[in-house]
């Protein structure tokens, strides 16, 4: 049974700094791995999607990697900024129907 | 482009009443549909999934049932609410090739935050 899990749950960074938030899954069989942001009170929003033959994907100041054999995957945030403060999530579908969530990380940037 | 539109954003329901939260979809066609919930500090739980037209499959026994009328429309609907029902509800869609997995990922809509007194 695939089960993600995200560490840590909470993360306080001042501005500026670069960020790692990590994604780990235990079943490496899956066909692709996606990145969403969510804000208080909102849906999900899509930030990257890496399929199971790719190693990186990047937009704009995010960069998220996956590594099947390890069963991670992480998103890196450059320069960050008060506006990038929400709720990270990561998931990763493993086939069919099925797409397990991790339950993400609370990232709050200080101005 | 794709959109996903769903609402209400809020609703407070009283125990024992009817529920229909409604989602659609524009921009694409025969798309995936999903219906997902959300607990404070935890992933998100699978409810129902519709891969066309009347088609539904149920993951959670609940008090919830969900329905498919049209391509792009998926309503979820309770007849009576229980307490438990209350949390965070988020409508998807996805386009999935069989045996290639997701392709473009999951779209959600904006959410409906549902209270149960």
């Known amino acids: 049974k695939q089960e993600v899990t995200q560490i840590p749950a909470a993360l306080s960074v001042p501005e500026g700094e670069n960020l790692v938030l990590n994604c780990s899954f235990t079943?490496?069989?899956?066909?692709?791995l996606q990145w969403f942001r969510q804000d208080p009170g909102k849906g999900l929003t899509s930030l990257l999607l890496i399929q199971s033959s790719q190693r990186e994907q990047t937009s704009g100041r995010l960069n998220a990697s996956l590594d099947k054999s390890s069963g991670r995957s992480t998103l890196y945030i450059a320069a960050s900024q008060p506006g990038d403060s929400a709720t990270y999530l990561c998931?990763?579908?493993?086939?069919?129907?099925?797409?397990?969530f991790g339950a993400g990380t609370r990232l709050f940037v200080k101005a | 482009s794709q959109t996903i539109h769903q609402w209400p954003a809020t609703l407070v329901q009283p125990v024992g009443s009817p529920l229909s939260l409604e989602c659609t979809v524009e921009?694409?066609?025969?798309?995936?549909l999903y219906w997902y919930r959300q607990a404070a500090g935890r992933g998100l739980q699978l409810l129902f999934y519709?891969?066309?037209?009347?088609?539904i499959s149920s993951e959670v026994p609940q008090n919830l049932s969900a329905s498919r009328p049209q391509d792009r429309q998926f309503i979820l609907s309770s007849k009576k609410l229980l307490l438990s029902d209350s949390g965070f509800y988020l409508c998807?869609?996805?386009?999935?090739?069989?045996?290639?997995?997701?392709?473009?990922?999951?779209?959600f809509g904006s959410g409906t935050r549902l209270t149960v007194v």
């Open positions: 998931a990763a579908h493993t086939g069919g129907f099925k797409t397990i």
């Open positions: 921009g694409t066609s025969n798309p995936n």
């Open positions: 079943d490496s069989a899956i066909y692709n």
């Open positions: 998807a869609w996805s386009a999935l090739l069989p045996g290639q997995g997701l392709n473009y990922g999951y779209t």
């Open positions: 519709s891969v066309g037209i009347g088609q």
